[in-house]
């Protein structure tokens, strides 16, 4: 995943505005993992990153800014008892990536629920990159 340019994006201070806005800090994963649109079924992207408000995902599509989404990301294994998390999340913005071929977006999850968070902090715990 390295040629999708993440780590230039998130050095090179372009999301600085929306770092401002966010109370909690972005956790990289060890895993880019799988999102899903509930809706459609359709494989929407990969996940860079994740708060317990939000995530950031790497897409070969472009995604509008404002629209509203059901996701369903797939987790590495079981973690609090769960395979996938179901959530809801409204889409910030989106802009090409350093690859020109993917997109980067930012969500804020709308809708979830507190089971779900609690998978999200033990999935940030178990596969969380340690600064």
Not at 73 to 85: A, D, K, N, S, W
Request: a positive charge; one cysteine or more; aromatic letters at 12%.
């Amino acid at each position: 995943m390295s040629g999708f340019g993440i780590n230039k994006f998130l050095n090179s201070g372009k999301q600085s505005v929306m770092h401002e806005k966010r109370k909690l800090k972005r956790v990289h994963l060890i895993y880019y993992l799988r999102i899903f649109d509930i809706e459609t079924g359709k494989h929407v992207g990969h996940l860079v990153d994740i708060t317990t408000e939000g995530i950031m995902m790497i897409s070969e599509d472009t995604l509008r800014s404002g629209d509203d989404f059901s996701f369903k990301m797939l987790l590495p294994g079981t973690v609090t008892g769960r395979e996938e998390i179901i959530f809801k999340a409204r889409c910030l913005w989106c802009r090409k990536d350093f690859n020109p071929d993917f997109y980067v977006s930012g969500f804020k999850i709308e809708e979830i629920s507190f089971k779900e968070i609690k998978t999200i902090a033990a999935l940030i715990n178990q596969y969380g990159f340690k600064s």
